[in-house]
Each structure stands twice: as structure tokens, then as C-alpha cells.
């Protein structure tokens, strides 16, 4: 029985090789059934959902506050949504990939709720928790090491743990793709054991009727122009203008004014 350590050059050898283990138009067809769901998704008009989710948990607790409070979110360019079905899209094509290699893929988009936040894992392969992530090129040499997630400006680590907790598991994996290149990475990644107390404490921040604090490091000045601008995580917030006070210059740029 094979074992996640071996899936990437299981996936790579198989590619070379034409060799696969089990039935290539089954998988195949399921492939295609779930790209076709998420081109449907993807196009789906979605109600507007304030609450907590375990996706969001580690991402900005002032942002989630704001969504949370039911304000108005920058509107998502078209680019951003091709960027979320390209996504989706490749999760369907490599777990399709990895099973016709020798590994058993189960769980998709299982449940599971900590503290009253729901969310959904993306799978389970051989019986570790994975988390698959679609990576620019820089992102995928400088984020995602073999140890983990190195500066995790999107609550990555955060929403594997609480993915983890329902099992109480220790440890999970990220499974990156670098879609510059198509090569692929299998990071182990220590969880948070204490991410259900961290939920709770968020939970009782999104009751308060003041917003928590914003990031460290949020804005920084430029030595050349004395300009103060918005850290990357903060550009491309969507409740960066209303965080301001409508006081920024550009909201492309992040200059406040």
C-alpha cells in the first residue's frame, strides 16, 4: 500500500511512463464532472454569507469583523474569479491524477464544524488531511516548504488545523502546484491544536461593536518618496477603503492620503 510520501514522483512517473493503477475512464469521467461543477459555481449568483468560516479564520480578524458586521465589500474583478475556478479547476484534474497513480484520494469537500464554524476540507489522501493550492512561481519557491507554510498571510496553517481538529490530528499536508512551471510540492505542516480556543476568542471579537485592531505592519512609508502605502495583504483587502476612512488616495495603490 502506497503512502503519501511517494505521491509526487508517483504522479510524475506515472505521466512519463503512461503507467496507471485502476480504471482510467471512471476517473476520468469523474474529473470532468467536477470541473463542469465548478464552471457551474463559478457562475452561480451566491447568496452573501456574513458568518464565520473556517477558509477566513486566519485571515484578518478587522476584515472578517467588517464582513461579519454586513458593510460593503469592494467588488472582485473578473480576473480574481478566473483565478478562483483556475483553482478549482486543477484541484479536480491532480486529485483525478494522483488516484490513477496508486494513491487512495477520499473525503472531498468533507465537513467539518469546530465551535459552530463550518467549513469543508479538500481531501484526504491515504488517509492524511491535504490541503491542495495552486501556486505562482514565487509563492510556491518561497511560501511553501517541505516543513510548511513559511509567512502565512492568508490563514492557511489556521484553517488546515481546524480541519485537523474534528480528528484530532497532528500534523496534515499542503499539496502545491506551481502554475508557472507544473511541477508539485508535498509540504508537511505541523497543525495549531489549540485552534478551537482561537475560534471562540474570534467568535466573541466579532461581537464587540468596534472593529479589532488592523494588521502589524499594515502600512509602511517609502524611504524615496515619504509615502505611506498599504502592506500586499491590505491592497488587496476588499474593506481596505472603508478600514481608512475612504481616505485613500488610489485603492489600486493603497497611498493614504
Not at 463542469?36 to 477566513?56: C, F, H, I
Not at 495552486?134 to 488545523?161: H, M, P, R, V
Not at 494588521?215 to 518618496?225: D, E, F, M, P, Q
Request: hydrophobic fraction near 30%.
Amino acid at each position: 500500500m502506497k503512502t503519501i510520501d511517494t505521491v509526487v514522483q508517483d504522479v510524475y512517473k506515472m505521466m512519463e511512463d503512461r503507467s496507471y493503477t485502476g480504471d482510467l475512464n471512471t476517473i476520468a469521467y469523474t474529473v470532468g464532472k467536477e470541473v463542469s461543477e465548478a464552471v457551474v459555481d463559478a457562475l452561480t449568483t451566491r447568496e452573501q454569507k456574513n458568518g464565520l468560516r473556517m477558509s477566513g479564520i486566519g485571515r484578518c480578524e478587522r476584515a472578517q469583523w467588517y464582513k461579519n458586521k454586513g458593510y460593503t465589500e469592494e467588488p472582485i474583478e473578473g480576473s480574481v474569479y478566473l483565478t478562483f475556478l483556475q483553482g478549482h479547476i486543477l484541484e479536480a484534474v491532480l486529485l483525478g491524477l494522483v488516484e490513477l497513480s496508486g494513491h487512495k484520494v477520499t473525503g472531498k469537500q468533507g465537513m467539518h464544524t469546530v465551535e459552530g464554524v463550518n467549513g469543508s476540507q479538500d481531501c484526504e489522501i491515504d488517509g492524511e488531511l491535504v490541503d491542495v493550492k495552486t501556486a505562482s512561481a514565487w509563492s510556491y519557491d518561497n511560501k511553501f516548504k517541505e516543513d510548511g507554510i513559511k509567512d502565512d498571510a492568508f490563514g492557511y496553517i489556521k484553517q488546515l488545523s481546524a480541519y485537523g481538529k474534528t480528528k484530532e490530528r497532528d500534523s496534515a499536508y499542503f499539496l502545491a502546484f506551481n502554475k508557472n512551471k507544473s511541477t508539485l510540492k508535498l509540504c508537511k505542516q505541523e497543525l495549531e491544536k489549540d485552534v478551537d480556543k482561537f475560534i471562540v476568542q474570534l467568535k466573541d471579537k466579532m461581537e464587540l461593536d468596534t472593529p479589532p485592531m488592523r494588521l502589524a505592519n499594515a502600512t509602511s512609508v517609502s524611504k524615496k518618496t515619504g509615502e505611506e502605502r498599504l502592506c500586499m495583504n491590505c491592497a488587496f483587502c476588499g474593506f481596505k477603503d472603508t478600514c481608512y476612512d475612504h481616505k485613500l488616495s488610489a485603492r489600486q495603490t493603497g497611498k493614504i492620503l
